[in-house]
């Protein structure tokens, strides 16, 4: 896990962590990952509730305890895509028109020469040309 936390790219959005791991303790890979990275979005799970303070000095989105409440889980997980992914638009040209699109409401896109078709969630299909 080492490999990956350290390496130039990151592969994940989300670092899941026990406290209590192999090695190095789960603290201390959150404290060394949130140096190298100040907006990884962090989220402990343990047994332990006596390690909750000393866990919230890495910053993470949150501290779970275990067993694990599923529910919980996915509050978690929403609350960092809130917080660290922030929906995204794209801006677009139709005709002399700038259109702003919310990505997460694009259902697909095709493409002909420099004209792009976007199926949009419930409105028609448009025809677009890169801005």
Known sequence: MEEVLYSQR???????????LEGKSGLQLARE??????ALGILFITGYEA?????Y???????LLKPLDW??????????????RRPRTVLLEQGRKKVRLDVRKILYVSRTGTMAR???WKAAASDFRRA
Request: proline share 4%; net charge negative; hydrophobic share 45%.
């Open 10 to 20: 990151r592969p994940f959005d989300l670092l899941v962590l026990d406290i209590e």
């Open 33 to 38: 990952a949130r140096a190298r990275d100040d």
């Open 51 to 55: 390690y909750a303070l000393h866990g």
């Open 57 to 63: 000095k890495a910053r993470p989105v949150d501290f």
């Open 71 to 84: 529910d919980e889980l996915k509050w978690a997980i929403m609350e960092d895509w809130k917080k660290n």
């Open 118 to 120: 976007i199926s949009y």
